[in-house]
T-cell receptor, first 116, second 117 residues
Framework: AQKVTQAQTEISVVEKEDVTLDCVYE???????LFWYKQPPSGELVFLIR??????QNEISGRYSWNFQKSTSSFNFTITASQVVDSAVYFC?????????????FGAGTQVVVTP | GAVVSQHPSWVICKSGTSVKIECRSL??????MFWYRQFPKQSLMLMAT?????????EQGVEKDKFLINHASLTLSTLTVTSAHPEDSSFYIC?????????????FGPGTRLTVL
């Protein structure tokens, strides 16, 4: 069964601190995609990144970086020098061929609160 | 490109009434659309998958007679919550998959907040 675990319910930081969000996934498929989405208070999901299972290269996009480790089935997300605008719920998600690539299995989400 | 809209963005209705939510792909053809439900402080849960011109596939535990899904065209899918009750109050989000893109690409609408009194 496909499963995504985000063990951190809420993380509170002060502006300019770094924050790392954990994501652990389970799947028997060898090919899969992992995603991170941001959900601000407005509710609209904002796509952040997609990573396929064959690409373990870490990625950096501005203040965002992702660490994909297949050996530990983790796809962690770090926000460097956090800002108040980063306050949101962040979801990690998994897509696999078992679900015909259609179903996105979301983690429970991590609420990030950045205070000035 | 790849914009998905939802209408209405919020709706308040009385218990027992039916509510229709529209999901449109504005600049692409969506062969498949997905409907998710999100309760406060919870994650998104897939309710159903609809392919244009065919019946929707519902996830386990989702009542197909209560949540009617129609995907009559490549740009429009509708979700009708029939005989809504307060426990149906939730945030409903649709997503769409484009015909010519990779099958892993999904584009999300802005969501519809339903409140049943």
């Amino acid at each position: 069964a496909q499963k995504v675990t985000q063990a951190q319910t809420e993380i509170s930081v002060v502006e300019k601190e770094d924050v790392t969000l954990d994501c652990v996934y389970e799947t028997r498929d060898t090919t899969y995609y992992l995603f991170w989405y941001k959900q601000p208070p407005s509710g609209e999901l904002v796509f952040l990144i997609r990573r396929n299972s064959f690409d373990e290269q870490n990625e950096i996009s501005g203040r965002y970086s992702w660490n994909f480790q297949k050996s530990t089935s983790s796809f962690n997300f770090t926000i460097t020098a956090s800002q108040v605008v980063d306050s949101a719920v962040y979801f990690c998600a998994l897509s696999t061929p078992t679900d015909s690539w259609g179903k996105l299995q979301f983690g429970a989400g991590t609420q990030v609160v950045v205070t000035p | 490109g790849a914009v998905v809209s939802q209408h209405p963005s919020w709706v308040i209705c009385k218990s027992g009434t039916s509510v229709k939510i529209e999901c449109r792909s504005l600049d692409f053809q969506a062969t498949t659309m997905f409907w998710y439900r999100q309760f406060p402080k919870q994650s998104l849960m897939l309710m159903a998958t609809s392919n244009e011109g065919s019946k929707a596939t519902y996830e386990q535990g989702v009542e197909k007679d209560k949540f009617l899904i129609n995907h009559a065209s490549l740009t429009l899918s509708t979700l009708t919550v029939t005989s809504a009750h307060p426990e149906d109050s939730s945030f409903y989000i649709c997503s769409a998959r484009e015909l010519d893109r990779g099958r892993y690409e999904q584009f999300f609408g802005p969501g519809t907040r339903l409140t049943v009194l």
